[in-house]
């Protein structure tokens, strides 16, 4: 069975900081691995995807995360932190023939970014 | 451009009625999934549709009713026995695995009173 952790609900940083979120998968398969990011009353917006190419990922607004197999990590960076980076993270697992859909989500990281 | 849509962005019903959350997705997207999201609670899976005429429950289906009669449309039915319907409801869509990601709605935020 697939799932995913992410570590820290609330995560805060401050403007120009570094930003590192974590995410932990477990699968029992070669995963695909996504982080996503959802601003309040939105829905989910796709910053990044993992499938199986290059293990340094780059997405959108300047993220990027690394797919480490023997740690079984995905964590998502942001070398300056800005403050429209604030905003909610979720880190997502694919579920092969699993029976809660194609991708298990873990439980979100609110990020904070600090003037 | 192609998309999602959910509507409506805010809903308000009496305690005891019936309500129909509408997703509808230009995507030519195989499967479409019903999440709830409640604060520091991520997102709880209600049903989710591989296909058309067909689907399955969540962890929270009960309260809950979905149909999948067009590959565009999901629409979502929380009944009254839903026992606490008030939440921000996220419809998703995917191709085939879903291993390109799922594409969100905008949600609708559904309050109870």
């Known amino acids: 069975a697939q799932s995913v952790t992410q570590l820290g609900s609330h995560v805060s940083v401050s403007e120009g900081a570094l930003v590192l979120l974590r995410c932990n998968y477990s699968s029992s398969v070669p995963p695909y691995l996504f982080w996503y990011v959802q601003y309040p009353n939105q829905g989910l917006q796709l910053l990044l995807k993992y499938t199986s190419a290059a293990t340094l990922v780059k997405g959108i607004n300047g993220f990027e995360a690394e797919f480490k197999k023997s740690e079984t990590s995905f964590h998502l960076t942001k070398p300056s932190a800005h403050m429209s980076d604030a905003a909610e993270y979720f880190c997502?697992?694919?579920?092969?023939?699993?029976?809660?859909?194609?991708?298990?989500f873990g439980k979100g990281t609110k990020l904070s970014v600090k003037p | 451009d192609g998309g999602i849509t959910q509507s409506p962005k805010y809903l308000f019903r009496k305690e005891g009625q019936n309500v129909t959350l509408s997703c509808e997705q230009n995507?030519?997207?195989?499967?479409m999934y019903w999440y709830r999201q409640d604060p520091g609670q991520g997102l709880r899976l209600i049903y989710y549709?591989?296909?058309?005429?067909?689907?399955q429950k969540g962890d929270i289906a009960e309260g809950y009713s979905v149909s999948r009669e067009k590959k565009e449309s999901f629409p979502l039915t929380v009944t009254s026995a839903q026992k606490n319907p008030t939440a921000f409801y996220l419809c998703a869509s995917s191709m085939g695995e879903g291993l390109g990601g799922y594409t969100f709605g905008s949600g609708t935020r559904l309050t109870v009173v």
């Open positions: 997502a697992v694919s579920n092969y023939g699993g029976s809660q859909g194609n991708l298990i």
């Open positions: 549709s591989q296909i058309v005429n067909d689907f």
């Open positions: 995507l030519n997207h195989d499967a």
